[in-house]
T-cell receptor
Framework: DAGVIQSPRHEVTEMGQEVTLRCKPI?????LFWYRQTMMRGLELLIY????????DSGMPEDRFSAKMPNASFSTLKIQPSEPRDSAVYFC?????????????FGPGTRLTVL | LAKTTQPISMDSYEGQEVNITCSHN???????ITWYQQFPSQGPRFIIQ???TKVTNEVASLFIPADRKSSTLSLPRVSLSDTAVYYC????????????FGAGTRLFVKA
């Protein structure tokens, strides 16, 4: 298996622009997680899905952030409009059963820079 | 919400055993304790997971006391390549499937 795939690996954009991050989870995994990592706040869970349905989005910082999972093999995290404080590394992870007892497999991350 | 507390950083030398302790006073009855390792520019990687007592795999050992309010990750004979950030992870104390990463411990292994 190729593991969790994220694209793009790096994204540089200007403030106010729309940014879309993409994730392909491991085939057969029914949980998908989006995380954000910064030096100041560490690794934060933004939202997670179970069987393509958003279960908990309480970590999404603002209405500017939205996430979708149209099918079992694809998810997007969108920021519109982007701001410099959104600069971070965004990780996608997937899990077979559930977060508490099962291993989460992380993708390589997308490094986002908003100028 | 269950939170974890770990030392911010630790230094060690090659060949030594390293023990990293994590406090999780509000761990829920059904929650497991999971440790991840993260190298620069990579996503976290699973190391070990346990519920109580001791768990050992080819990479590390995990010691959990009876009250489960803390856990200790033990890395035997570390090498330079073990330099990384180590996260202690427990389930959400409210019983949901959400997990919360601790601040992590930055381990630096010196030659």
């Amino acid at each position: 298996d190729a593991g969790v795939i994220q694209s793009p690996r790096h994204e540089v954009t200007e403030m106010g622009q729309e940014v879309t991050l993409r994730c392909k989870p491991i085939s057969g995994h029914d949980y998908l997680f989006w995380y954000r990592q910064t030096m100041m706040r560490g690794l934060e869970l933004l939202i997670y899905f179970n069987n393509n349905v958003p279960i908990d989005d309480s970590g999404m910082p603002e209405d500017r952030f939205s996430a979708k999972m149209p099918n079992a093999s694809f998810s997007t995290l969108k920021i519109q409009p982007s701001e410099p404080r959104d600069s971070a590394v965004y990780f996608c992870a997937s899990s077979l059963v559930g977060a508490r007892t099962d291993t989460q497999y992380f993708g390589p991350g997308t490094r986002l820079t908003v100028l | 919400l269950a939170k974890t507390t770990q030392p911010i950083s630790m230094d060690s030398y090659e060949g030594q055993e390293v023990n990293i302790t994590c406090s999780h006073n509000n761990i829920a009855t059904n929650d497991y304790i999971t440790w991840y390792q993260q190298f620069p520019s990579q996503g976290p990687r699973f190391i070990i997971q346990g519920y109580k007592t001791k768990v050992t795999n080819e990479v590390a050992s995990l010691f959990i006391p009876a009250d489960r309010k803390s856990s200790t990750l033990s890395l035997p004979r570390v090498s330079l390549s073990d330099t990384a950030v180590y996260y202690c992870l427990v389930g959400d104390g409210t019983g949901g499937f959400k997990t919360i990463f601790g601040a992590g411990t930055r381990l630096f292994v010196k030659a």
